[in-house]
């Protein structure tokens, strides 16, 4: 079963600092990585998509990088800001197709990140 | 706009009512999910769909039944509310579409809906 552990729980952060978030897989066997960020009280917001065949993505000041074979990500934030205080979310899809494998997300616990001023 | 949106926002309900939840895609996506978060739990997938008339079983199924008659909407209904579902659901759906060019088959989630069961 498909595991995904997202390192640290909690961070807090001075403005401007660049800060990288941590996810690993225990299965390598992946179609796709997401990225996530949730406010509170809000629905997931898509960030970015690294397919497995893909070793970063990037948008803006982010950066997804993803190794498969070692069943790690990173999410990359530069210059951080307050705005960016939220909580990402990791999930992997372990399938393309939902009527052999499901074609479920299975998601980490998340990484609530605070931006201080 | 193309989207995923979930109705109601919030509901109150009493133990033993029966009530559902409304999720509408403009995607044309053939796949459609039911999660529900909860604080020491994360997000946990209830019930998925594969296609109109096709649905199955997620990790958290017990309690709750789904349709899918038309490719867009996906309600999830709770046959008999109980406390242990006082929780945010999220719908959420997935390529491929049906039509046009699907993004990549990222998932796209719903604002959520906050349902207390008293």
């Known amino acids: 079963k498909q595991e995904v552990t997202q390192i640290p729980a909690a961070l807090s952060v001075p403005e401007g600092e660049n800060l990288v978030l941590n996810c690993s897989f225990t299965d390598s066997a992946i179609y796709n990585l997401q990225w996530f960020r949730q406010d509170p009280g809000k629905g997931l917001t898509s960030l970015l998509l690294i397919q497995s065949s893909q070793r970063e993505q990037t948008s803006g000041r982010l950066n997804a990088s993803l190794d498969k074979s070692s069943g790690r990500s990173t999410l990359y934030i530069a210059a951080s800001q307050p705005g960016d205080s939220a909580t990402y979310l990791c999930a992997v899809r372990e399938g393309r197709w939902i009527e052999t494998s499901g074609s479920r997300l299975t998601f980490g616990e998340g990484t609530q990140l605070t931006v201080n001023p | ?118």
Not at chain 2, 83 to 93: D, H, I, L, N
């Open chain 2, 1 to 118: 706009d193309a989207g995923i949106t979930q109705s109601p926002r919030y509901k109150i309900t009493e133990t033993g009512r029966q009530v559902t939840l409304m999720c509408h895609q403009t995607w044309s996506h053939s796949y459609m999910f039911w999660y529900r978060q909860d604080l020491g739990h994360g997000l946990r997938l209830i019930y998925y769909s594969a296609a109109a008339d096709i649905t199955d079983k997620g990790e958290v199924p017990d309690g709750y039944v789904v349709s899918r008659s038309k490719t867009e909407n996906f309600p999830l209904t709770l046959e008999s509310a109980t406390r242990s579902q006082t929780s945010v659901y999220f719908c959420a759906s997935s390529g491929p579409s049906l039509v046009g060019r699907s993004p990549n088959y990222g998932y796209t989630f719903g604002s959520g809906t906050r349902l207390t069961v008293v």
